[in-house]
């Protein structure tokens, strides 16, 4: 429904006329098992091709750059057969057109993004909103039909241009109401409110105490680590008992929970611990004359060590804030050194619906049970899926984990994004699959296109793949060799 005139593209981007025929503008991807982890574009058509071609084995096939199926009423783009292990395989090949996607983004931190549900902002429309919070992280649930095309027309473009930006490796400013301004992007630190987060905590605070019981023993006279979700308090925990920590008379404002372990000492925020404490002894009562005594030594800590304090009781009982001890530097230090960097994960989401099961088989129903059943393996851009359990094809997929810019976008608002189902022959046929269209893999490295395309393309690129991906685009852990029939 499209009209784009000659030498000019359409407002996709991805399709252009050229004297009269239409010409995909995005290469098709090829993905290509080097040693080498990433990897730049590999010019191909430049020139005519001089039949040097990789070894059928050596190259996967993927969705980015092949085009779609709609109007449903045809084929996959490509419908790739070739030979692993002496098995007979096919792959099936083709750009998803998705309203029903969103993305899930995971921002490794403790401080305090926003109140759960709170909507998520960009540009200043609501995009998505926060969701749970998970061990030492924040989780953001963006996109999805409703933004996409259930609000206003801005609302739309702007869902679909942040969820583009993101999948495609870019950074996006985001805003929460009353919560933070945060910047964004797939496998590097978030940034919020202006600061770079570095570290993901080593455990909460319980944990923290158990951890380093031991190496604490002896140095001090107590230890409280503080944690917006559970502060551990050495001399009550169980761990500090078993090693015969000896009660010191503390105090903490908060809700106790089993001994040594306090929720709530104070208000979410991104201050100690994800706290909004700037004062750590703010969730410090008066001491127990029973067992406090003057020149108690008391360490107080992040779980990210990035916050430390080391103070002394005066004759008083109150604890005076004295130099942090050269004895207990290294414990501080061995906290953030045992702590994962910080990133931001970015999961692609979606359900693949009918265009894409039609463009597979005559009879869609049976490719969404060959995926339930194993006998069909989905991937993304090459990259591995988490095939949600239940009806219908719902996936996630790790953007990191798919070449560079491997997303596109349509005007409906929705996003364009590969997918790949590969299976034997056998079970391809037996499912209904197309085989009348299958071409050998030869011949798609080749840079040749499927009969049933409509459009030409504009050449091909080879991409090295990740180093971490399973099969078929990494090591040969075929999914036949372990019983997944």
Request: charged share 20%; glycine share 14%; net charge negative.
């Amino acid at each position: 429904m499209c009209y784009i005139a000659d030498g000019r593209s359409g407002a996709c981007d991805r399709y252009a006329n050229d004297n009269g025929q239409l010409v995909r503008l995005d290469p098709l991807t090829i993905l290509e098992k080097t040693e080498a982890a990433g990897g730049e574009i590999v010019p191909f058509l430049d020139k005519e091709w001089d039949g040097d071609i990789l070894p059928p084995t050596d190259g996967f096939v993927t969705a980015i750059g092949a085009g779609t199926t709609y109007p449903d009423y045809k084929p996959a783009p490509f419908i790739v057969s070739s030979e692993v292990d002496g098995v007979d395989m096919i792959t099936v090949v083709t750009e998803g057109i998705f309203s029903y996607c969103g993305v899930k983004l995971k921002i490794d931190t403790d401080r305090h993004l926003g109140v759960e549900c709170s909507p998520v902002r960009a540009e200043g429309e609501v995009i998505g909103h926060v969701t749970t919070s998970e061990y030492g992280s924040q989780m953001l649930s963006l996109g999805g039909v409703h933004h996409l095309t259930g609000g206003s027309k801005k609302e739309g473009r702007v869902t679909c241009s942040a969820m583009l930006a993101l999948c495609n490796g870019e950074e996006v400013d985001l805003t929460i109401d009353n919560g933070v301004e945060l910047k964004v992007q797939a496998g590097q630190p978030p940034v919020i409110n202006g600061e770079r987060e570095e570290r993901m905590r080593v455990g909460c605070g319980s944990a923290t105490v158990g951890m380093f019981a031991a190496q604490w023993k002896g140095l001090v006279d107590e230890v409280v680590v503080v944690d917006d979700h559970i502060t551990g308090v050495m001399s009550e925990h169980q761990a500090g008992k078993v090693i015969g920590w000896e009660p010191t008379g503390i105090k903490i404002n908060g809700r106790r929970s089993t001994p040594g372990r306090y929720f709530q000492v104070a208000e979410p925020g991104t201050g100690w611990g994800g706290t909004n404490l700037q004062d750590p002894l703010g969730i410090i009562g008066k001491f127990n004359p029973k067992d406090a005594r003057p020149g108690l030594s008391m360490l107080m800590v992040s779980t990210t060590g990035e916050h430390s304090a080391y103070y002394e009781l005066d004759e008083n009982l109150v604890p005076v804030q004295k130099d942090m001890p050269e004895r207990l530097q290294p414990s501080v230090k061995r906290i953030e050194e045992n702590c994962e960097p910080a990133l931001t994960s970015v999961l692609f989401m979606a359900g693949a619906g009918g265009s894409l099961r039609s463009g597979v088989t005559e009879h869609p129903v049976g490719l969404t049970r060959s995926v339930q059943n194993s006998l069909t393996y989905v991937s993304c851009g090459g990259a591995p899926v988490y095939i949600w359990p239940g009806g219908g094809i719902t996936f996630m997929a790790d953007v990191t984990r798919m070449p560079k810019n491997a997303f596109g976008y349509v005007p409906t608002p929705a996003l364009v994004a590969p997918i790949e189902f590969t299976m034997r022959a056998d079970d391809y046929r037996a499912l209904g699959g197309h085989m009348d269209y299958v071409m050998p893999l030869a011949e798609a490295l080749s840079g040749k296109t499927g009969r049933q395309n409509d459009h030409i393309l504009k050449g091909r690129r080879g991409v090295s793949s990740p180093g971490d991906n399973p099969w078929p685009t990494g090591p040969g852990n075929y999914p036949w060799k372990k019983g997944a029939r």
